[in-house]
């Protein structure tokens, strides 16, 4: 009984501290499927529509390197990390990279 008390408070420690790191950002993968001035819409890779709302304080990185929102097209694969801010999705860095095919 000791046993499984320590493992479940070890395991909600580790859950803790993975949520701390990520400081409560949300991650949204998948590709662009429409992009406007103020927003990405993401086809995840669970096939689901999601919209982000893009800030002047989102950051852009194409390839691991500096980039811009018109760097951003439709069809590129992302990575988004966003903030639940009243209500809405908010971009704080969208990491990209174009589709290749083979």
């Not at 859950?15 to 990520?22: D, V």
């Given at each position: ?20 790191a990520h400081?409560?950002m ?9 992009l ?6 993401v086809?995840?890779?669970d096939?689901k529509?999601?919209e ?15 980039a811009?929102?018109a ?8 990575v988004?990390?966003a ?10 860095t969208?990491?990209?990279?174009e589709?290749t095919?083979?």
């Amino acid at each position: 009984m000791k046993r499984r008390i320590l493992v479940t408070v070890l395991l909600l420690s580790c859950i803790t501290l993975i949520a701390r790191a990520h400081e409560g950002m949300i991650h949204v993968m998948g590709v662009v499927t429409a992009l406007s001035h103020k927003s990405v819409t993401v086809e995840t890779t669970d096939k689901k529509s999601v919209e982000v709302v893009l800030a002047d304080t989102t950051t852009y990185e194409k390839a691991k390197k500096a980039a811009t929102r018109a760097d951003l097209k439709i069809g590129d694969r992302v990575v988004i990390h966003a903030m639940k801010m009243k209500g809405v999705l908010q971009a704080h860095t969208v990491q990209f990279s174009e589709v290749t095919t083979h």
